[in-house]
């Protein structure tokens, strides 16, 4: 089950900023890197932030990472209609186990 | 460039076995970490398996311990997932995952009778 606790929804007009939220505890997010991705409809998980707030190369910089003691936020800068997707966060738990984020669907209104 | 191919899905009664493969390429295989994940039909990812570069530890979710084993075979750069005992709640697309990093496209599970 998902131990990250992530917002259900947001949304955001076109060219504004949304920010999504990853909570979790010492053992996961307050002590291991976070992960973040985009899940397009029928597709795979694409990965987005890696290592906090490392962005692979081909990801815009209009997606941007952070993380804060055992919390973590992916902010989403200059909404695009095609950033219309669900995201996820992830971590390493010291429990020695993965732990995934509830998930949070972006509309693009 | 990684890629990460799943095979080895299907429809399988429950209590039986399935053996998904994950076939990579791209990289050196034998240098990474290997993860299993899952994720239910409109439900999010669950992670169900981690095992080391070189074979010599393995991690499960509560979920599938003791009915699931993870292995490689680093000289055939390949990564498995024996399922037994399979449960209708174990019905989910399969994927494998480079470290955190590059995701295959995922193979999906159904167990119904």
């Known amino acids: 089950q998902s131990v990250l606790t992530q917002p259900p929804s947001a949304s955001g007009t076109p060219g504004q900023r949304v920010t999504i939220s990853c909570s979790g505890s010492?053992?996961?997010?307050?002590?291991?890197?976070v992960y973040w991705y985009q899940q397009l409809p029928g597709t795979a998980p694409k990965l987005l932030i890696y290592r906090n707030n490392q962005r692979p190369s081909g990801v815009p910089d209009r997606f941007s990472g952070s993380k804060s003691g055992t919390s973590a936020s992916l902010a989403i800068s200059g909404l695009r209609s095609e950033d219309e997707a669900d995201y996820y966060c992830?971590?390493?738990?010291?429990?020695?186990?993965?732990?995934f984020g509830t998930g949070t669907k972006v509309t693009v209104l | 460039q990684v890629q990460l191919v799943e095979s080895g899905g299907g429809v399988v009664q429950p209590g039986r076995s399935l053996r998904l493969s994950c076939a990579a390429s791209g990289f050196t295989f034998s240098s990474y970490g290997m993860h299993w994940v899952r994720q239910a039909p409109g439900k999010g990812l669950e992670w169900v398996a981690v095992i080391s570069y070189d074979g010599s530890n393995k991690y499960y979710a509560d979920s599938v311990k003791g009915r699931f084993t993870i292995s490689r075979d680093n000289s055939k750069n390949t990564l498995y997932l024996q399922m037994n005992s399979l449960r209708a709640e174990d019905t989910a697309v399969y994927y494998c995952a480079k470290d955190w990093v590059a995701w295959g496209q995922g193979t999906l599970v159904t167990v119904s009778s």
């Open positions: 010492s053992s996961n997010i307050g002590s291991n890197y």
């Open positions: 992830a971590a390493w738990d010291d429990s020695l186990r993965g732990v």
